[in-house]
């Protein structure tokens, strides 16, 4: 019998633009096909932060409309990534008996692991657990196990990644797609779905970074053994690039913008040119090096304060595969060999991993992120235990997770009730998942 193809729609909402990207997936066939992508320059948001909800709302509209123009049919619901500030990702471990003598580890095994390891956690009130990721799990000491349903042992362990965020960011940005029109049916970190549209399996195998550069933020994502074991948000982008070009040449912003897509960061790419610029019906010359300088300094600061920071306490050894840079900033002319001397590791530029389903002029590295929603959700639905999403009904301004959050007046207890409340809905989430599955 034939059954209408199932449409799978992601939001990128990103400081300087928003992407929303269709796809169609037949019953017959598991992969999704990218059927197309929306594009709106954003407004009202700053650093990945709604801070015009009007503006904001506006944009997303927007970029809807150019995707239902593309695909030609009406967009209810979509995954939504963004970035926002103040992002971390937090290692937890759990541990569960199984029992005096050898079984097989069951569903319920891995619920009491995961829920073991989540209650080591304490949340403030004004965060919230998005993502609850199983990064390892082992039996009986022997770790590396992907999966361990069915496996027999008597002792179970796993480590979670949980990603906490600021409730209101999350409030916020699923108010303001809801009041363009869209239902939020899910959301993804900015760091994750970037990793996950720009990544080869072979990579993250290996060990490897991923830093989408964007306009306001740049995602983090690092990987070992095919999990992502930190992800986080640095609160830098091609946006402060352009500030700073505005500010030390004195010129607009939307020159300073122009100038700063003309710029390498190899020396002999600059070598001496000179560029007129109309600054206010006034012409203006200015030395491309010079520019240069400016946008190295902002890229080092990223690299060497922010980026060297966050990895300084895994080994360089732990990423053979090195960095993989994504994001509008990616396509900065240099930018590999100047990234790869600061970090002393290999950089490649991503291309989104399913460039060749996409429109062309919208399958760059800019796009990686909105390629990753896709695949984040048919990965999230494949294998129930990679990524387990907080469930959005949870998260809505109101629900009885965040009042009981809010209202605890013990910080600790409230994270664990609160937690373990929001917990649950995780459970039953992964319990249907589960039910499909098998
Ligand atoms: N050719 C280029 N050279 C240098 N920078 C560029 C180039 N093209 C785009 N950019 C910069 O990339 C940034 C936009 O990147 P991107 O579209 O990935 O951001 P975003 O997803 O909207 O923002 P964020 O993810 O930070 O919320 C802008 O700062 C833009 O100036
Ligand atoms: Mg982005």
């Known amino acids: 019998m034939y059954k209408e193809p199932e449409i799978l729609v992601g939001l990128d909402l990103g400081t300087s633009k928003i992407a929303v990207i269709v796809a169609e997936r037949d019953s017959r066939f598991q992969e999704a096909q990218i059927i197309g992508i929306g594009f709106a320059p954003s407004q009202g948001i700053r650093k990945g932060l709604i801070i015009n909800l009007e503006q904001a709302v506006r944009s997303v509209r927007q970029a809807v409309k150019d995707a239902q123009n593309m695909v030609g049919f009406e967009i209810a619901e979509a995954t939504v990534s963004f970035s926002g500030l103040d992002v971390t990702s937090v290692t937890s471990k759990g541990m569960v008996s199984l029992g005096r003598t050898p ?59 949980s990603v906490i965020v600021p409730t209101t960011v999350v409030q ?97 790419e600059n070598e001496e040119q000179e560029l007129d610029v109309d600054v206010r019906g006034r012409t203006k010359t200015f030395n491309i090096r010079e520019a240069s300088e400016v946008v190295t300094c902002r890229l080092e600061e990223l690299f060497t304060e922010y980026v060297s920071h966050q990895i300084a306490e895994y080994s360089l050894h732990m990423f053979p595969a090195g960095i993989v840079l994504s994001g509008g900033v990616a396509k900065t002319p240099g930018i590999e060999s100047y990234s790869s001397e600061i970090l002393n590791l290999p950089v490649r530029v991503a291309e989104p991993l399913d460039m060749y389903q996409m429109p062309p002029g919208r399958n ?64 039953e989430y992964l319990k249907k998942s589960l039910k499909e599955l098998f």
């Not at 079984?103 to 657990?129: C, F, K, Y």
């Not at 999230?380 to 109101?398: A, C, D, M, Q, W």
């Open 172 to 268: 916020n940005i699923i108010n303001c797609v809801e009041s363009a029109g869209v239902e939020v049916n899910g959301l993804v970190i900015k760091s994750l779905a970037s990793a996950l549209g720009a990544l080869t399996d072979e990579e993250t195998r290996a060990g490897v970074i991923s830093l989408c550069i964007g306009g306001g933020t740049t995602g983090l994502a690092l990987y070992t053994d095919g999990r992502p074991v930190k992800l986080s948000v640095i609160p830098i982008g091609g946006d402060h690039i352009t500030n700073d070009l505005a500010y030390i040449m004195k010129i607009p912003i939307s020159k300073a913008e122009e100038i700063k897509k003309m710029v390498s960061l190899s020396d002999e």
């Open 364 to 427: 760059d590295c800019e796009y990686t992120t909105a390629a990753g929603i896709i695949r984040y959700m048919t990965s999230k639905e494949r294998n129930p235990y990679r990524f387990i999403e907080t469930p959005v009904s949870h998260l809505r301004s109101g629900s009885a997770l965040l009042s009981q959050q809010h209202g605890a007046k013990n910080e600790r207890k409230s994270a664990a009730r609160g937690q373990g409340m929001g917990f649950r809905g995780v459970i």
């Open 103 to 161: 079984r097989q580890v069951s569903i319920a095994d891995v619920e009491r692991v995961i829920e073991a390891a989540q209650s080591e956690l304490s949340i403030p009130t004004n965060r919230l657990t998005l993502h609850t990721i199983p990064v390892k799990y082992s039996i009986d000491g022997n770790s590396g196990i992907d999966d361990p349903l069915g496996m027999t042992g008597i002792r179970l362990e796993m480590e979670l990644q």
